[in-house]
């Protein structure tokens, strides 16, 4: 059997709706120092399996022995602008929780093309997305779908950083990409200067602790005080960061995977949304989203602090 080439596994990654697709070597990461700078500083607060997941993160090579090269997507959820926040909203809730979640969707189309891989000869084959040990920007990076941005994003020069990455180690042998080296933010500082907490130490270096997406979704204790009024009407994850970004702004085109369009619950003019349903209903509305991450009672605690500066406005 003849075994894939790159451009029959672009073609495949490109008809299951993937926007790009490169290869990234199995190199230690360059960042190594960086991501230990990083957690040295409790810059990921209660992550703490990112300080677990340290050793393989800086060299993927850890992770699958066997891997030659690593092939990397992006999948686009860009919202269309009748999918974005709306006049009388309350709070809101980030782009990317807007439909099914990426872990069920994304991972499924990657599935398929590792299946594809499997098919036609290919021994090993692993599939990740946001779910292991990768350091998926940097790999990303590597294979040439973008550069790393101040705001930490993976930016594509032609499509964004509305993108999830997905990741398929393998065994084949495959010419690897070109890294894009060029760092196409010049001297913008719109991401650093319209974060609302003030969460970005430096530009690419992010206090996760600061950040909404992690108060929201990850931290379970009582939110950090220091942050009351600063929540902009963010109920679960921000998007402030990647909205404010000229790349999105001029060249992000809305996505063509159904499953990632806005559903109508919640009802973000309601800030009882929450509130007037149980745990069994959350469940049934929720649990193919990944608003099902905090649960039920975190998403009351968010939308109570999200829209606190409108109740303090309103008085
Ligand atoms: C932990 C985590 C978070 C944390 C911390 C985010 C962060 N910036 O570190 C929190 C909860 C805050 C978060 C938020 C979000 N996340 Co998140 N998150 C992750 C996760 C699981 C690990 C990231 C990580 O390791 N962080 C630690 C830092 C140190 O590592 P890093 O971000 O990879 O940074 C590397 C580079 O920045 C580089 N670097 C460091 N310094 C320097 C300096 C220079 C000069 C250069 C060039 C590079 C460089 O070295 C680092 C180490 O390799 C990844 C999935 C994964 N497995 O990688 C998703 C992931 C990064 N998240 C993603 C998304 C979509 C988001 C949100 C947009 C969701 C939302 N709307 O709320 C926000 C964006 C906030 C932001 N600006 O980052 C996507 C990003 C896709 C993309 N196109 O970039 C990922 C890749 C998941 C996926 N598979 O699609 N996230
Ligand atoms: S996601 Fe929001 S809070 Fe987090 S760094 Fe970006 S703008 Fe700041
Ligand atoms: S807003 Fe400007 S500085 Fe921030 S990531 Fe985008 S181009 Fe870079």
Not at 32 to 49: E, F, I, K, S, V
Not at 232 to 239: L, N, P, Q, S, T
Request: aromatic share 8%.
């Amino acid at each position: 059997m003849t075994l894939p080439t790159l451009a029959e596994i672009q073609a495949e990654a490109e008809r299951l709706g993937f926007v790009a697709c490169g290869v990234s070597s199995m190199a230690p990461n360059r960042r190594a120092d960086a991501l230990d700078r990083w957690l040295a500083a409790g810059y990921g607060g209660t992550m703490r399996y990112l300080n677990r997941q340290a050793k393989k993160r800086k060299a993927p090579g850890n992770l699958h022995p066997e891997a030659r090269s690593a092939i990397v997507v992006l999948d686009n959820y860009t919202a269309p602008p009748e999918e974005r926040a709306q006049p009388g909203d309350a709070f809101r809730i980030a782009s990317y929780a807007r439909g099914t979640d990426y872990h069920l969707v994304t991972h499924a189309r990657l599935l398929v093309l590792k299946e594809w891989m499997l098919a036609r000869g290919v021994t090993f084959a692993s599939a990740w997305i946001d779910d292991g040990p990768v350091p998926e920007r940097e790999l990303a990076e590597r294979a040439g779908l973008g550069w790393i941005g101040k705001n930490t994003m993976l930016i594509h020069p032609q499509l964004g950083s509305w993108t999830f990455i997905g990741t398929i180690f393998t065994d084949l042998e495959l010419p690897t990409d070109a890294p894009l080296v060029t760092d196409h933010c010049g001297s913008c500082t719109r991401c650093l200067d319209a974060c609302p907490t003030g969460a970005f130490v430096a530009p690419r270096v992010l206090d996760a602790t600061r950040c909404l997406s992690y108060v929201t979704i990850e931290y379970k204790p009582d939110p950090p005080p220091e942050l009351d009024g600063k929540w902009a009407e963010w109920a679960f994850g921000c998007d402030i960061c990647n909205e404010v970004c000229p790349w999105n702004v001029k060249f992000a085109e809305p996505t063509t995977i159904d499953e990632f369009r806005r559903r109508p619950v919640p009802d973000r003019r309601d800030t009882e949304a929450f509130e007037t349903i149980d745990e069994a209903e959350f469940q049934r509305l929720f649990a193919d989203t990944p608003i099902a991450r905090p649960g039920l009672d975190r998403m009351r605690r968010n939308v109570r602090h999200a829209t606190a500066r409108h109740e303090e406005s309103d008085a």
